[in-house]
């Protein structure tokens, strides 16, 4: 059984969060979800919490542990919100048949060969420099010159965020066991299986920041190619987290695409 926590009440909302991160992730948001709904937020195998898978982790396999998770709850059609790899997986359900809303933002596997690579490469070299460099996140995360220099590629405006969120979200980078064989699933797996108009048996909601480096605005494109019945929504002056750069926006998508 995956880690999670609980918080509201009203209708269930489940928050599937994205590469090497947790529950935490979602923090700037879950109070005003948790208003208005009962906010499930998992921890995904080999990240917070959560243990390992035993066998292949692959973007597939962490779908069927998400799906086992809403199953051992038996929280049936619940709605999902997912972001970056977690968006790509509660869109992987919603393809699969989940007939809960959808929102996904920022999600991954609609690159091309091309955004792949550069996308490995460069969360790679991210990844590499955290983890050396962990002794001394507490003081760079504690400036906003700290963190600016940290997360130039998910926020917009990084020096807005408060020290807490980012030290917790890089310090998954070297407690997370999911993430190198995450990441490479990522580059080197099956892209994104779309699907068909009429097929879907939910409401897509797809939300995009302008300014994101990790998936890059033109993939939105792509995504809306392979899943036609989906609606798009741009977050301007944001980056590859919504749920950071724009939070009241995020809110307002998500009651609204799911009320």
């Known amino acids: ?54 066998g292949e982790t692959s973007i597939a396999t962490l779908t069927d542990a998400v799906e086992a998770f809403i199953g051992e709850a038996e929280l049936g059609d619940i709605d999902l919100v997912g972001s970056s790899m977690g968006a790509r997986m509660a869109l992987e359900m919603a393809r699969r048949g989940h007939a809960g809303t959808t929102v996904a933002l920022d999600p991954g596997g609609f690159w091309s060969d091309r955004q792949a690579a550069i996308f490995g490469a460069s969360i790679k070299a991210s990844v590499a420099l955290v983890r050396r460099i962990q002794p001394a996140l507490p003081f760079l995360t504690g400036n906003p010159v700290g963190r600016t220099a940290l997360l130039p590629q998910f926020s917009a405006h990084p020096w807005r965020l408060p020290q807490d969120l980012v030290l917790h979200e890089l310090r998954g980078f070297k407690t997370s066991t999911s993430l190198d064989p995450a990441l490479d699933a990522l ?36 995504a809306m190619d392979l899943f036609p019945d989906a609606t798009l929504h741009w977050f301007d002056d944001c980056g590859h987290f919504p ?17």
């Open 1 to 54: 059984m995956l880690h999670s926590t609980r918080q509201g009440s009203g209708k269930p909302l489940l928050l599937i969060h994205g590469l090497g991160s947790s529950v935490g992730n979602w923090n700037p948001i879950v109070p005003a979800l948790a208003a208005e709904r009962d906010v499930i937020a998992v921890d995904l195998p080999g990240c917070g919490e959560s243990p390992s898978l035993t």
């Open 243 to 259: 749920h950071w750069d724009q939070p009241r926006e995020t809110v307002r998508l998500i009651l609204d695409s799911t009320g």
């Open 187 to 222: 580059i080197h797996g099956p892209r994104q299986e779309g699907a068909p108009a009429g097929s879907l048996k939910g409401k897509v909601v797809i939300g995009w920041g302008r300014k994101d480096k990790v998936t890059v605005p033109g993939e939105a494109a792509r």
